[in-house]
């Protein structure tokens, strides 16, 4: 099974900051990765796909790279609604259909 | 607009089984990939199985292999997932999600507002 590691587990940040959140994968998935936002609550909504993709209703803060094993989630300048535990998920080739550990992201 | 509307809130003791359904509107469940996802209490997310309609048949997580079954009625629009043999650790809310297709890729694009199951003697 592919298991994907994301890092920080946890992350202090404030309103206007840049922050970066980064899953790595234990193979290659080549640009098979998925990164979704999910509020206390709720559940969890698509914000990047293929890597770097912007989902439509997505703001443009956000933003995705990397390809085969190394990814990285950029929020450009944090907003108070941004607050919120984020998770990689990658959708290469044959299940299970994994998902990072999450980050929580959190004011500080 | 499509929607996935889940069955409520379920209590079950442990050894017990636990059937949750997700309705479509807006669509019809022939036109639609649908998995089940769950979450329990404080951690993060686990995909379960799903319709892969490439086989054209169901898939499942080796953990879940033999307690989880997922079936559709397509006359209803309704999904299942039915998990056997509970036991404290399946307590999680459980979520139906649609995987959508790009291209060569997919995501899990709508979501149901979960079923929180819980198992306690």
């Known amino acids: 099974d592919i298991q994907m590691t994301q890092s920080p587990s946890s992350l202090s940040a404030s309103v206007g900051d840049r922050v970066t959140i980064t899953c790595r994968a234990s193979?290659?998935?080549?640009?098979?990765l998925n990164w979704y936002q999910q509020k206390p609550g709720k559940a969890p909504k698509l914000l990047i796909y293929?890597?770097?993709s912007l989902q439509n209703a997505a703001p443009t803060r956000f933003s995705g790279s990397g390809s085969e094993t190394d990814f990285t989630l950029t929020i450009s300048s944090l907003q108070p609604e941004d607050f919120a535990t984020y998770y990689c998920q990658q959708s290469y080739s044959t299940p299970p259909y994994t998902f990072g550990q999450g980050t929580k992201l959190e004011i500080k | 607009q499509v929607q996935l509307v889940q069955s409520g809130a379920e209590v079950k003791k442990p050894g017990a089984s636990v059937k949750v359904s997700c309705k479509v509107s807006?669509?019809?469940?022939?036109?639609?990939?649908m998995h089940w996802v769950r979450q329990a209490p404080g951690k993060g997310l686990e995909w379960m199985g799903g319709?892969?309609?490439?086989?054209?048949?169901?898939i499942y997580a080796q953990k879940f292999q033999g307690r989880v079954t997922m079936t559709e009625d397509t006359s209803t629009d309704t999904a299942y997932m039915d998990l056997s043999s509970l036991r404290s650790e399946d307590t999680a809310v459980y979520y139906c999600?649609?995987?959508?297709?790009?291209?060569?890729?997919?995501?899990?694009?709508?979501w149901g507002r979960g079923t929180l199951v819980t198992v306690s003697s």
């Open positions: 293929a890597a770097s």
């Open positions: 319709f892969d309609p490439e086989d054209g048949e169901m």
């Open positions: 193979q290659s998935i080549s640009r098979y």
């Open positions: 999600t649609t995987r959508y297709y790009y291209g060569s890729g997919w995501y899990f694009d709508l």
């Open positions: 807006g669509y019809t469940l022939t036109e639609l990939s």
